[in-house]
């Protein structure tokens, strides 16, 4: 069983920055962060495997978001510069055993969520 923890969110105005953290129990997962704005389906933001030696990013977040993880700590940061208006959404830190994927439904832990509203 892994339990997740999402921390950081909140409101920041357009083109500064914000970071997310995840604070998990149990190892050897990959990590993923996803977000959901109001009426729309669960997106991709990003993922990495249990020793950060994979790390996927959504297309509409590459170059402007970077997930770093601290397995001494179990911890998952998700540094966001840049910021858009269109990056309000709640956001959830998510667990899988072996490698990341793209795919919400492939992930079997979840956090409870944080907010993030970027001002424009």
């Known amino acids: 069983q892994v339990q997740l923890v999402e921390s950081g969110g909140g409101l920041v105005q357009a083109g500064g920055s914000l970071r997310l953290s995840c604070a998990a129990s149990?190892?050897?997962?990959?990590m993923g962060w996803f977000r959901q704005a109001p009426g729309k389906g669960r997106e991709f933001v990003a993922a990495?495997?249990?020793?950060?030696?994979?790390?996927l990013y959504g297309d509409s977040v590459k170059g402007r978001f970077t997930l770093s993880r601290d397995n001494a700590k179990n911890t998952g940061d998700l540094q966001m510069t840049s910021v858009k208006p269109e990056d309000t959404a709640v956001y959830y830190c998510?667990?899988?055993?072996?490698?990341?994927?793209?795919?919400?439904?492939?992930?079997?832990?979840w956090g409870q969520g944080t907010q993030v509203t970027v001002s424009s």
């Open positions: 998510a667990a899988r055993p072996l490698t990341p994927t793209t795919g919400p439904l492939d992930y079997d832990y």
């Open positions: 149990g190892r050897m997962y990959a």
């Open positions: 990495t495997s249990w020793n950060g030696g994979i790390t």
